[in-house]
């Protein structure tokens, strides 16, 4: 298994500002690396660069300004370039698959938070580390992150032995929701914590005070604007994390109760999609409702709830504790009737599910969960 860790640095005033500094050159160093890659393209020969020969040209870099690129590791300053050529691989790759490309931008020292280490043994120095927990397995790779005010280290292992929880001979299947944020078969709830919702007043709050200070560069800003940067950013952390707690904990608890887990394959980017705009064919130049208002509301409460973040963590926690996981095609799991397996829209209403060909009632949840295990091949008791 490969897993991380990750632990609360808690270094000196010199050493923090050394690390300061790390991070400064290494995004000196990736901007000059996404400004070479863009120069050649623009050359009328259309030169395409790779990591290869930017990888080269570093004893040269290192040599030319030892004071800032040539006290840090070699290894360290590949894993830089390397960053920025799996961003060119991943804007090549949305071109070609007819997405939004995004094309790779430079990166301001404020938004470049992450230098990599590849290399066990190289690092910045020694540095008093808050280890909360045994590290396992064999480390491949050690990271330094800047999250606000703290400097974290993070630990990525593999080899790392599964710790299998005994058997408990049950199955389940899972559906994901807004009002609840995840029904099983068995009927059981997990309410929606709605953090992004219960912090918006704040958040918003913080928005409208950072808005009131003129936009000026990061060296410029007052001590207040600063501030006001930093509590923003503060409170997106803090929902963050609360997402994070929350989706450890549910995961947890199913992978604790149930050896087999099944639950929807979603596509939650096509999930969050914008409705395209339907032009008024009797009016040109206007156009007809279509529900753009409504589903942005439902768009936030979507990713508010953190589906995605939540089954992969259900994942890992699944193989880790040597669960079997099964995702399923999650088209009309809430409009099949489970007794008699008839499928109509007409279903479902709102929460409530009654069947119209033999009148089958239950929470439309509970009928989602249920039709997902069979789909997964789980045998579940009788529906009640």
């Known amino acids: 298994m490969i897993r991380a860790y990750m632990f609360l640095l808690r270094p000196t005033v010199r050493q923090e500002q050394a690390l300061g500094e790390m991070l400064r050159d290494h995004c000196s160093l990736y901007n000059?690396?996404?400004?070479?890659?863009?120069?050649a393209y623009r050359h009328p020969s259309k030169t395409s660069i790779k990591y290869g020969q930017q990888s080269a040209q570093l004893k040269e870099i290192r040599a030319v300004d030892p004071e800032r690129q040539g006290r840090w590791s070699f290894s360290s300053q590949q894993a830089t370039l390397r960053r920025l050529d799996k961003a060119f691989h991943a804007f090549f790759r949305r071109v070609k698959a007819g997405e939004k490309p995004g094309c790779?931008?430079?990166?301001?020292?404020?938004w470049f938070?992450?230098?990599?280490f590849p290399r066990d043994g190289e690092g910045v120095g020694h540095v008093r580390v808050h280890q909360h927990r045994p590290v396992?397995?064999?480390?491949?790779t050690v990271s330094i992150r800047r999250e606000g005010r703290q400097?974290?280290?993070?630990?990525?292992?593999?080899?790392?032995?599964a710790e299998p929880l005994p058997a408990t001979g049950a199955a389940c299947g899972i559906d994901m929701g807004v009002t609840h944020f995840l029904t099983t078969s068995e009927g059981a709830h997990v309410e929606n914590p709605r953090h992004g919702k219960r912090n918006a007043g704040a958040l918003a709050e913080a928005q409208r005070a950072l808005k009131a200070?003129?936009?000026?560069?990061?060296e410029n800003r007052t001590a207040?604007?600063?501030?006001?940067?930093?509590?923003?950013?503060?409170?997106?952390?803090?929902v963050r994390r609360q997402r994070l707690d929350h989706a450890h904990k549910a995961a947890l608890t199913l992978v604790r109760d149930y050896d087999q887990i099944a639950h929807e394959r979603l596509n939650i980017a096509n999930m969050v999609r914008t409705p395209k705009p339907k032009?008024?064919?009797?009016?040109?130049?206007?156009?007809?409702?279509?529900?753009?208002?409504?589903?942005?509301g439902l768009n936030r409460s979507i990713l508010d709830a953190g589906w995605g973040v939540f089954l992969g963590i259900l994942a890992q926690k699944a193989e880790s504790a040597a669960r079997v996981l099964i995702p399923v095609d999650p088209r009309n799991t809430s409009r099949t009737c489970p007794q008699c397996g008839h499928v109509d829209g007409e279903n479902r209403d709102g929460e409530k599910s009654q069947c119209i060909s033999c009148g089958h009632r239950d929470h439309a949840d509970r009928v989602g969960a249920w039709n997902v295990a069979p789909r997964a091949g789980l045998v579940l008791p009788d529906v009640a």
């Open 104 to 110: 790779p931008r430079f990166r301001g020292v404020n």
């Open 136 to 140: 396992e397995g064999r480390v491949k």
């Open 151 to 161: 400097w974290y280290v993070i630990l990525a292992c593999d080899h790392v032995a």
């Open 279 to 296: 032009p008024d064919p009797e009016t040109p130049g206007t156009f007809l409702p279509n529900g753009a208002a409504s589903k942005t």
């Open 213 to 218: 200070f003129p936009r000026r560069k990061s």
């Open 113 to 116: 938070d992450t230098v990599e």
């Open 224 to 238: 207040k604007h600063r501030r006001a940067v930093e509590k923003v950013a503060g409170l997106h952390r803090k």
């Open 32 to 39: 000059g690396g996404l400004q070479e890659r863009r120069d």
